[in-house]
Structure formats: C-alpha cells, structure tokens
C-alpha cells in the first residue's frame, strides 16, 4: 500500500499521510512521495489547491520517523536527511497554488513544520501538536522555524519553540498557529469549498503577493542555515541520548 494517498476531488488534491501504525512519521520514501506529487500538481492546471492530512483518526504527522533516522549518527549524513525534507517543505512554502494543513490529530516535530509550510492550518477540535524538537536536544531542522517567524508574531513564534509544550486546537488558535478549528471532515471542507470556489487565477493572484515577499528575503538561505544548525545538534551527546532514551521506550511499550 502506498504511504501516500492521493485524492482529487472539486478541484482539490489532497495528500494523505499512510503511515498510520507509525503515526504518520515521514521517512525518506515518503518525502520522495510527496515531491513526486508537489510537481505533478503544480503542472496540472485542474488542481487549485493542495491538502495535506493524515490517514486515520490518530495522528497529522508525528515528524521524522526516528526509526529510520537513528543511524544518522554524522553530521553529514544527518544534514543530507534534514535538507532533503527541507527542500520539500520550501517547494511546499513556495508553491504557486495554495496549500492547508488539515490538522486532524497529533501534529509533534516535523508534523508541525509541514504544517507550517502551508499557506492556512485548520485542525479538528481534538488534535493536539507541538514543535517539541527542543525537548530532544535540537532545534527544527527541516526549515519550520524560519517559516514560522516569517509567518507569526515573533513573540508567539519564539514562544512556541522556546517551550516545546503541546497545544491543543484552541490553544493554538489563541496563539495565531491554527485559523480554524473543525468538528469533523464534513465542516473541514465545507471550509476547503470556500476557497475551491474561487477562480483558478485569483488564487493564484493573492498567493504571488505572499511570493513576491518572500523572493527579496532570501528564505531558502535561511531555511538552509537553520536546517546546518540542526544537524550540528543532531550528533551531540544530548541528543543522542534523548534518541537512546525514545527506542528504550519504544521497545519497553513493544514488550507488555
């Protein structure tokens, strides 16, 4: 089965994280799903929006699947993992059509950057989410901090990754993260049709504005540079061994 569902439906495309037994984590093969997808829709004039969700009723995203990247244990290979997700959050920032995050449950780490890169968040009234990369010893590394500041009130922004505490829905909404909250997928897209509605062009239109902006900031570079910050802190002591620390959880759960 793939790890990413993709849905067209009124104009829509929607990407589904199908990852739900690991609660949605991204790994290497789905970061290539997901550009993959990114291209074909930039190039497809019936799409005029992108969605981006998770499968089941759990879990957004969880971040990087630390599974798969426990080995990253240089600072090298650990920048080649950061930047690649990197460069999709960027395309996703960057894209000429625009793009929510339909928050449907828990949203930690990297889900919560992906999040970021969209244009709106909208999330269900019990979803949960945090950027918590702080709690182990690193800071976001696939770009969400920059998108954030650029996005928020710096005050709020710095808040939420100086804390790295878990949000709920209204929460985050205080905080300017989420726009809307939702009861369920039926008032999600009652939403998602306001903008389906609108013609092709003026969508287009108002997303330039935000691109035109952000093309005198340079903030890919800066996206970079934050992703080089991270995999500086992915090889030391402190965060391997809050990496140690998870797997030793993991496996305790696994076993009773």
């Keep these: 089965m793939s790890e990413l ?97 339909y928050i449907n449950g828990i949203a930690i780490g990297g889900g919560c950057e992906i999040a970021t890169a969209c244009d709106i968040r909208i999330a269900h009234v019990d979803a949960k989410m945090g950027f918590v990369q702080g709690n182990q ?12 500041m650029e996005k928020k009130n710096v005050d709020q922004a710095l808040h939420i990754l100086y804390s790295a505490g878990i949000m709920t829905a209204s929460e985050a909404e205080k905080r300017g993260f989420v726009t809307e909250i939702v009861k369920d997928d039926k008032a999600f897209h009652q939403i998602l049709q306001q903008y389906s509605q609108k013609e092709y062009e003026v969508l287009q239109a108002y997303k330039r504005i935000l691109l035109r902006k952000w093309n005198g900031i340079e903030i890919k570079d800066r996206m970079l540079e934050e992703i080089e910050c ?13 990496m140690k620390r998870f797997h030793n959880r993991k496996k305790h759960k696994d076993r009773y």
């Excluded at 879990?59 to 600072?75: M, Q, Y």
């Design 5 to 101: 569902l993709v849905r067209n439906y009124e104009s829509v495309m929607e990407l589904g994280i199908n990852r739900p037994e690991k609660r949605n984590a991204i790994n290497f093969h789905l970061m290539d799903e997901i550009a993959d997808s990114l291209e074909l829709a930039k190039n497809d004039s019936s799409v005029k929006l992108i969605v981006i969700r998770g499968i089941g009723d759990q879990a957004f995203c969880s971040g990087g699947d630390l599974f798969d990247f426990h080995a990253l244990e240089t600072e090298t290979r650990a920048y080649e993992m950061l930047s690649k997700m990197g460069e999709v959050l960027h395309v996703l920032a960057t894209f000429p059509k625009p793009t929510i995050a």
């Design 137 to 148: 010893a690193i800071t976001t590394g696939w770009g969400g901090g920059t998108l954030l």
């Design 230 to 242: 991270c995999s500086k802190l992915w090889i030391k002591e402190e965060h391997l061994l809050a």
